[in-house]
């Protein structure tokens, strides 16, 4: 079936530092969504990446999505601990009807 | 704010005792879904449904069963709790689109002593 890998697993930063986090699949996707989760909370969607080489921005987040849809990052400038929570990538199985989670990166940030 | 609820939100039970988590979700969503997680870590999907009497098991082999009656509950059984069920077991839901984004719940923390 289809996977999506997401790196790093964990990633330490100091606030006011910058963050990535990375999607990669073997095969080309029809979109990818971005979830964030909280400590103790559940996954809230972030935002939807669907044409080719397309970004978005959300304040400080940037995502893009790669040339051959196999690839997408979130890129967070000047960290805060706001911050702080796990980032799921997401992109829709072949038949459209259910959303494979990458592992997510772990975002934690020292003030 | 979506409108998918999940009770109990947490659980402490002895082992052998038969539990249910509840779902349920008021947005006329076909596909539901539950996962299940350890703190910070993957989601492992252990059910999904998508529509009524509509069942299948997910990637992650789960001794838990699930019904879908109607379509806004979808609740989830442990016939004999264990410790190695203590986790915690997010429900969602989607649309029928393609594009549409999916609905967790808060989740429920089952403890299993």
């Known amino acids: 079936g289809q996977q999506v890998m997401q790196i790093p697993q964990y990633q330490h930063v100091q606030e006011g530092e910058d963050f990535t986090t990375y999607c990669n699949s073997s095969?080309?996707?029809?979109?990818i969504q971005w979830y964030k989760q909280r400590p103790g909370g559940h996954p809230v969607f972030l935002i939807q990446?669907?044409?080719?080489?397309e970004v978005k921005k959300q304040k400080r987040l940037t995502f893009q999505f790669g040339e051959a849809k196999k690839n997408s990052s979130l890129h967070i400038t000047a960290t805060q601990t706001t911050d702080v929570g796990t980032y799921f990538c997401?992109?829709?199985?072949?038949?459209?009807?259910?959303?494979?989670f990458g592992g997510g990166t772990r975002l934690m940030v020292k003030p | 704010e979506a409108d998918i609820y999940q009770t109990p939100r947490y659980l402490v039970i002895g082992t052998g005792k038969k539990i249910t988590l509840e779902c349920s979700q008021t947005?006329?969503?076909?596909?539901m879904y539950w996962y299940q997680q350890d703190p910070g870590m993957e989601l492992h999907l252990i059910h999904y449904?998508?529509?009524?009497?509509?069942?299948e098991k997910g990637d992650l082999s789960s001794e838990s069963t699930v019904s879908r009656i109607r379509t806004e509950h979808f609740p989830l059984t442990l016939e004999s709790a264990r410790p190695s069920h203590t986790s915690q077991y997010l429900c969602?839901?989607?649309?029928?689109?393609?594009?549409?984004?999916?609905?967790f719940g808060p989740g429920t923390r089952l403890t299993v002593l």
């Open positions: 969602a839901s989607r649309p029928a689109g393609l594009s549409d984004t999916q609905y």
């Open positions: 095969t080309t996707l029809s979109n």
């Open positions: 990446l669907v044409k080719s080489g």
């Open positions: 997401a992109a829709l199985n072949n038949a459209g009807n259910m959303l494979t």
């Open positions: 947005m006329g969503h076909d596909k």
């Open positions: 449904s998508y529509g009524v009497n509509s069942t």
